[in-house]
Structures are given as structure tokens and as C-alpha cells.
């Protein structure tokens, strides 16, 4: 049975927002007669050379206890923040265990080990939050599962958090739409890479799928999937038909499925190929709104999309210049966060 009294709750401040989000789902779905799970406060500081001085205020409490610690590491400051957080909590407070909760991670990119002239960051990133004290890890739609693989090799459990339900609850009244007025709609992969997220999705909303033939190769480059013996081989991994991005899509509406966008560049160009093929309209949704200097020039430029759907991993609010004026619908996933958690929550003894 889950006893709240033996979780410490500490969150950074790469998303403190969505974080609070999850700990109020929790505790609403905690058993009556349990604790609510409440932050500890951190007290920030720093020192006259600049280097970070923020403490845990009520240290105390962490010894024995299981401790939880969010933050969404969209920059290098907040992934020492947040290594620095789980070290004191293992480390120097006694800590039982350590969960981290990281709905968007940094390095997610650097993970093949066959580009030997690229460091392996993201293994890098997870040896070191085990030698700092991460026992669990919880990510939300990880750009690939080489980052689980690097989690096993260390000894940290981790899970991936799938957020395909919170799109289709905003999607399926527009999929609906669409078939009862005699049109397919689409959720499509921009790449190989791209099509397990649009299958997961599709499925929800029973929808169909399309993909471009586009993979990566290790040096960087991407080439065109035309050999039809390859292209069969990778619709027959699937129990759904996939529609590799031709003349069938005209007349359909068409959902691209990505896992972030950064400049927005490779989105626009994408929603814009699409419209040439026909497509009646396109729509976006992204889990991480990463958004880099100059995106919404590149996403918006002569904007393909009908509606763009962000996931708040990474908090725009806060920024105003990420902030679209309602271009942009924001889709809240603390709900799919905070279940995951709280299931990972009863399995520790």
C-alpha cells in the first residue's frame, strides 16, 4: 500500500509549474487518509563570483525517505540544477532512493554510439545521474529509446511517458469532423523515426497514417527510403496500414506527429509539402516546444498549419518571447505524467 509520509517532494525551477500540476493530480488520486505531497522549499541564492548557492530549507526530513525531484531540463543550467538537487539529496541528506521526474531532457540527440566523432553525451548524461543518485528515472516521450537502453546499462529503471492521449483529446472532435464529412484523416511521420509517435496517436483517434520515407544515417545525412522490399518491411512492423506521403493524401486531413520542434523550419517545410500533395489541411502537434531564436519566423512563415498543439514540457508562459498571442494551443500533460508517477510510487517498497 502507498504511503505518501515516506516521499520528499523537491522540484527545480526548469518547469516548477507543470511540476505542481503532477503533485496535484497525485494527490487527488491518492487514497483517502494519505498525506498530500507538498515542495520542499529550496531557498536561492548565489555567491558575489556567481557560482549557484541554493539550499534545501528543510534538509531533515529527507533522511530514510524516498525522495522525488522534478526538473525539465531544457538547458545546462537546469540539468546542474537538477544533478545538484538529486547528489544532496542521496549523497549528503540520506536519502533512501531518488526519482526524477525529467519531461524534457537535454543530450537526447547525442546517443549513437557508431558516431564515434560525436561524444556519446547521452550516455555521458546517464552515468552521471547515477553516480549522483538517480535510482529512477521517469522521461516523457524521449526522442529515442537508446536513453532507456543507457538507463538499464547503469542500473536506473526508467520509463517513457507516452502522451499521445492528451493530443487525441483535442484532435478526435476534428478527426470526427473530417470522416462524417466524407474525408480521411491522416497522423503523419515527417521521418522513419517519427512513425511509432503517429501510430500510437492514430490508434487512439482511429485515424490513418502516413510517413515520409526519410531516415537519418549515422553520419548525419538523410536519404529516401525507395527500395519497395524496405518500405514493405517497415509497414509490416505495425498492425496499422501506413501511407508513405503521396498523391493518396489529397483531399485528406493530415496531423503531423513530431516530438519537438526547435527552429520549426523542418515543420513548416513539411506542412508546405503536404498542401502541394493535396492535403486539405495540416495541423501540428509537438510534446516539446524547444523553440529556438527566430521559430516562429520559420514555423509561421507563410503558416501551412490549421491548428499547432504544444505540450508544456518545457514552459513558453514564462517566456514571453515564445509566446504566440493563440496561434499556439497548449496541451497540458500533467495528467499522463502524474499517473505514471503515482503507478512507479506504489511499486517502491
Avoid at 546542474?80 to 526519482?99: C, P
Amino acid at each position: 500500500m502507498l504511503d505518501t509520509s515516506e516521499f520528499v517532494t523537491i522540484s527545480g525551477t526548469g518547469n516548477h509549474t507543470l511540476a505542481r500540476g503532477i503533485i496535484s493530480i497525485v494527490n487527488e488520486i491518492t487514497p483517502v487518509g494519505q498525506k498530500d505531497l507538498t515542495f520542499a522549499h529550496l531557498d536561492y541564492d548565489e555567491f558575489p563570483d556567481g557560482e549557484p548557492d541554493f539550499r534545501i530549507q528543510d534538509f531533515e526530513g529527507i533522511e530514510g525517505k524516498h525522495v522525488l525531484i522534478f526538473n525539465s531540463c531544457h538547458d545546462q543550467e537546469m540539468l546542474e540544477e537538477f544533478r545538484t538537487l538529486v547528489w544532496a539529496a542521496k549523497h549528503q541528506y540520506g536519502a533512501n532512493s531518488v526519482t526524477g521526474i525529467i519531461p524534457f531532457m537535454r543530450y537526447r540527440r547525442q546517443d549513437h554510439a557508431e558516431k564515434r566523432h560525436e561524444i556519446n553525451r547521452n550516455r555521458m548524461l546517464i552515468h552521471g545521474l547515477a553516480a549522483a543518485g538517480v535510482n529512477r528515472l521517469i522521461v516523457c516521450d524521449i526522442h529515442s529509446k537508446i536513453t532507456l537502453e543507457n538507463c538499464k546499462e547503469v542500473g536506473i529503471k526508467a520509463w517513457n511517458v507516452d502522451p499521445s492521449a492528451d493530443f487525441a483529446a483535442e484532435l478526435q472532435p476534428l478527426v470526427e469532423t473530417a470522416q462524417a464529412e466524407g474525408r480521411e484523416f491522416y497522423i503523419h511521420a515527417p521521418d522513419i523515426g517519427s512513425i511509432p509517435r503517429a501510430v500510437a496517436l492514430a490508434k487512439i483517434v482511429n485515424a490513418k497514417v502516413s510517413a515520409n520515407p526519410k531516415e537519418r544515417l549515422p553520419n548525419g545525412e538523410t536519404k529516401i527510403v525507395e527500395d519497395p522490399a524496405e518500405l514493405k518491411a517497415i509497414q509490416e512492423q505495425y498492425d496499422i496500414e501506413i501511407v508513405f506521403a503521396d498523391e493518396k493524401l489529397a483531399g485528406a486531413e493530415v496531423c503531423i506527429r513530431e516530438d519537438e520542434a526547435a527552429t520549426g523550419g523542418t515543420a513548416n517545410g513539411s506542412g508546405h509539402k503536404l498542401l502541394r500533395l493535396g492535403a486539405y489541411k495540416v495541423h501540428f502537434c509537438v510534446t516539446h516546444p524547444v523553440c529556438t531564436p527566430g521559430w516562429k519566423r520559420k514555423l509561421f512563415s507563410n503558416n501551412p498549419f490549421d491548428l499547432v498543439m504544444f505540450g508544456n514540457t518545457i514552459e513558453r508562459h514564462n517566456r514571453y518571447k515564445s509566446t504566440t498571442g493563440g496561434i499556439v494551443t497548449r496541451i497540458d500533460l500533467s495528467k499522463v505524467i502524474a499517473h505514471k508517477l503515482f503507478e512507479v510510487m506504489k511499486s517502491i517498497k
